[in-house]
């Protein structure tokens, strides 16, 4: 079955575009190169504490102004981008605060902007990321650890969408050790994540020695058993990629079984996500941002599955990105912020169903893909 654009929607996704460019171009004026997370009272904070810089979310907004760059050529946001991506300069200076989240913070600045204007800076950035990221693989048990301290044999579905900087270094590098550890830490996640049902876990803790699953702690959902969704999102995006990056078929059926969890619960809710697929009814709490890369992650699909999926992936993202247009989008430009409701976890009742710049980045990211602007920047 062939999916087909109705006039309406395309009228649609062209208003909604260009909502987006004219809020990211006033939001540029205002925030500028300030590193920055959720709004407060409209209005974008620089996070840049002495610990604010090595924030895991601190490539979002750099990613944000490269997709604009490159759909508008607008050099205000390219000069924002390119000051953020100095100042994370200070996370690699003082390195124990960085994490196993380089990925999102180097690919969507640094190499986003090696990609598109092939500065040696950038460049030498996204490899020094690669390599520290790397250096967090665990040879025996074959998986990448998270976070710091003693927390040796954790690993979370998170890490998935920071595998594309490995596959990025190995071809820039001719080099295939970085792609041998991406994949070794995909083969893990997907036999100790992912369940038989598609739906998956946040965290799991390895024994270091062997691999063994030791236990699953709560994560950023209800329970340890139930299904956060922006983790099922991680997972059905970054499979997408590490299929898209290496052709192996496992990844791709990891990520259709993942989608489908995803698409079946969604359409559940009028295709608006909860942040737990698996919490009691009361209270609804949604998440906006799990719904906005789950939609990356479909259209992804729909490049690289066959064509009843490619129709299948392309109307769920679809539904997904109008129903939350219409229900979560902040569209005035005096105001910081573009898609409210995402939530950073289950349980944290201070950034709930709030816009969050990973939510807005996704978002972004997930409208120039429909209007075929968007830069591959994964
Ligand atoms: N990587 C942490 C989160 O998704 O909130």
């Not at 809020?23 to 409209?42: C, F, H, M, N």
């Not at 991506?85 to 196993?100: I, K, P, S």
């Given at each position: 079955?062939?999916?087909?654009?109705?006039?309406?929607?395309?009228?649609?996704?062209?208003?909604?575009?260009?909502?987006?460019?004219?809020?990211?171009?006033?939001?540029?004026?205002?925030?500028?190169?300030?590193?920055?997370?959720?709004?407060?009272?409209?209005r974008y904070e620089d996070l840049a504490t002495p610990t604010g810089v090595y924030w895991w979310c601190n490539g979002f907004w750099p990613g944000m102004l490269w997709q604009a760059y490159?759909?508008?050529?607008?050099?205000?946001?390219?000069?924002?981008?390119?000051?953020?991506?100095?100042?994370?300069?200070?996370?690699?200076?003082?390195?124990?605060?960085?994490?196993?989240?380089?990925?999102?913070?180097?690919?969507?600045?640094?190499?986003?902007?090696?990609?598109?204007?092939?500065?040696?800076?950038?460049?030498?950035?996204?490899?020094?990321?690669?390599?520290?990221?790397?250096?967090?693989?665990?040879?025996?048990?074959?998986?990448?650890?998270?976070?710091?301290?003693?927390?040796?044999?954790?690993?979370?579905?998170?890490?998935?969408?920071?595998?594309p900087l490995l596959y990025w270094a190995s071809r820039e590098l001719g080099d295939p050790r970085f792609t041998y550890i991406a994949q070794d830490h995909a083969d893990t996640c997907a036999k100790v994540t992912v369940r038989e049902d598609g739906s998956s876990y946040h965290i799991s803790i390895l024994d270091p020695l062997t691999g063994e699953v030791v236990d699953r702690p709560s994560g950023q959902g209800y329970s340890p058993d139930s299904a956060w969704s922006r983790g099922q999102a991680w997972i059905v995006y970054g499979y997408a990629l590490s299929f898209r990056h290496t052709g192996e078929k496992r990844y791709l059926d990891t990520a259709k079984k993942a989608a489908h969890y995803f698409i079946a619960n969604l359409a559940l809710t009028d295709w608006l996500p909860l942040c737990d697929f698996q919490a009691p009814e009361e209270p609804l709490i949604y998440d906006a941002s799990a719904g906005a890369c789950a939609a990356c992650g479909l259209l992804e699909l729909a490049e690289q599955a066959g064509e009843y999926e490619q129709a299948l992936y392309q109307k769920a993202a679809w539904n997904i990105l109008k129903a939350m247009e219409k229900k979560f989008c902040n569209w005035d430009c005096d105001a910081d912020g573009i898609l409210g409701y995402s939530s950073k976890a289950y349980h944290d009742q201070k950034e709930r169903e709030t816009s969050i710049i990973y939510g807005d980045y996704f978002f972004t990211e997930a409208i120039l893909r429909l209007a075929g602007k968007a830069f591959p920047i994964w």
């Open positions: 079955m062939e999916f087909t654009v109705s006039q309406q929607d395309r009228e649609w996704l062209e208003q909604t575009k260009e909502k987006l460019l004219c809020k990211l171009s006033a939001e540029v004026q205002r925030t500028g190169g300030k590193i920055v997370y959720i709004p407060k009272d409209g490159h759909a508008s050529k607008d050099e205000a946001f390219r000069k924002a981008a390119e000051t953020i991506e100095e100042r994370l300069d200070q996370a690699f200076e003082g390195y124990e605060g960085l994490h196993h989240d380089v990925g999102f913070m180097y690919t969507l600045s640094a190499l986003a902007d090696y990609r598109l204007t092939k500065n040696k800076d950038s460049r030498r950035r996204a490899l020094h990321a690669a390599n520290l990221l790397a250096g967090r693989y665990n040879a025996r048990a074959k998986f990448i650890r998270a976070w710091n301290g003693d927390r040796t044999g954790w690993t979370i579905a998170d890490t998935m969408m920071n595998l």
